[in-house]
């Protein structure tokens, strides 16, 4: 049981370049959260999904797109990279949003930097 | 105003001292109310939850809860130097599945 795993760890992206962040959960989760955590600062949600199929605008979706086609994975596409993008990314999941349900357990990161 | 309020910080207290940290929201439909814990250059976990008004005790921290006052605090008992973290509220729309964390408190624990 691997929990919630981010890849890649690191990367470094040039002004305009494109990637996908990848997240997978492997506790059949049904919600699925992306943030951002610029230094100093808390986290910022830029997209979550309720379920296969579905997802959601957060805080800060702006240069951010998503996908969820299967419970376990949910990336996260970067288009355009800006230097406002730099940040680190966390991916989290729980199990539902409700009582005792809703804890979210959290990747490991993903430090991006955009020059 | 934002939507979750953390005091700000850096905190720092003693070890063996009791720590407080306070965290206010102002969406009425927040239903859930989490603390999390995070070193630096880790990903937040889980210290406590809160669903109802008043108390809940769990070991060294209690975390206490104001729906009327939007308000949710943790406080730390006895606190270690391991305790060092930047400590994260978070409150979560349970109709919407839509969450959002306060920007975080450090605190330092001195030996």
């Known amino acids: 049981n691997a929990g919630v795993t981010q890849t890649p760890k690191f990367r470094i992206l040039k002004i305009g370049q494109s990637m996908t962040l990848q997240c997978t959960q492997d506790?059949?989760?049904?919600?699925m959260y992306w943030y951002r955590q610029d230094p100093g600062m808390g986290l910022k949600l830029i997209y979550y999904?309720?379920?296969?199929?579905?997802?959601d605008k957060g805080e800060v979706p702006n240069g951010y797109n998503v996908s969820r086609s299967t419970t376990e994975d949910f990336p996260l596409r970067l288009e355009l990279a800006a230097p406002s993008q730099t940040s680190v990314y966390f991916c989290?999941?729980?199990?539902?949003?409700?009582?005792?349900?809703?804890?979210?357990?959290f990747g490991p990161g993903t430090r991006l930097t955009v020059l | 105003q934002k939507e979750v309020e953390q005091n700000s910080g850096p905190l720092s207290v003693p070890e063996g001292a009791i720590a407080s940290l306070n965290c206010t929201y102002s969406d009425r439909v927040s239903q859930s109310f989490f603390w999390y814990r995070q070193y630096s250059g880790k990903s937040p976990e889980l210290i406590m939850s809160i669903y109802s008004n008043g108390d809940k005790e769990d070991g060294r921290f209690t975390a206490q809860l104001n729906k009327a006052s939007q308000y949710v605090s943790l406080l730390i008992r006895d606190s270690q130097p391991s305790d060092s973290a930047t400590y994260l509220c978070?409150?979560?729309?349970?109709?919407?599945?839509?969450?959002?964390f306060g920007d975080g408190t450090t605190l330092t624990v001195k030996p």
């Open positions: 999904s309720v379920g296969a199929g579905i997802t």
């Open positions: 978070a409150v979560i729309d349970t109709n919407a599945g839509k969450s959002t």
């Open positions: 989290a999941s729980s199990y539902d949003a409700v009582f005792a349900t809703d804890t979210q357990y």
């Open positions: 506790m059949n989760h049904n919600y």
